[in-house]
């Protein structure tokens, strides 16, 4: 069979098969960029470059993202403040 262009599902027996699988492809992005984002931030605002180029480099799904966030984040709330002269905790 003679097909224009490239298709990878050219002449398969279920052409609609892919699009079945649009949701959960959407999903598993959003997963992703979300978790980056988070990893990101926090492995930036604590100042641990291995682990920022790591996440940044790295693509697994959220895996690693997860990993860092749930072992390896910094816990403590003192990260400097973004103002200077602004206190990133709350004040009573």
Same mark, same amino acid.
């Given at each position: 069979?003679? &097909?224009?262009? $490239?298709? =990878?599902?050219? #002449? %398969?027996?279920?052409?609609?098969?892919a699009f079945a699988f649009l =949701?959960? @492809? @959407?999903?598993?992005? /959003?997963? &992703?960029?979300? /978790? *980056? #984002? $988070?990893? /990101?931030?926090?492995?930036?605002?604590?100042?641990?470059?291995?682990?920022? @180029?790591?996440?940044?480099?790295?693509? +697994?799904?959220?895996?690693?993202?997860?990993?860092?966030?749930?072992? $390896?984040?910094? *816990? !403590?709330?003192? $990260? =400097? %403040?973004? +103002? =200077?002269?602004? !206190?990133s905790t709350p004040q009573e």
């Open positions: 069979m003679y &097909t224009h262009g $490239f298709s =990878p599902f050219a #002449g %398969s027996l279920a052409p609609g098969l =949701p959960l @492809i @959407i999903v598993v992005a /959003l997963w &992703t960029i979300v /978790l *980056k #984002g $988070f990893a /990101l931030w926090f492995s930036a605002r604590a100042g641990q470059r291995n682990w920022f @180029i790591a996440l940044l480099v790295l693509n +697994t799904l959220g895996i690693l993202e997860l990993i860092y966030l749930i072992l $390896f984040r910094q *816990k !403590s709330a003192s $990260f =400097p %403040s973004a +103002t =200077p002269g602004v !206190s």
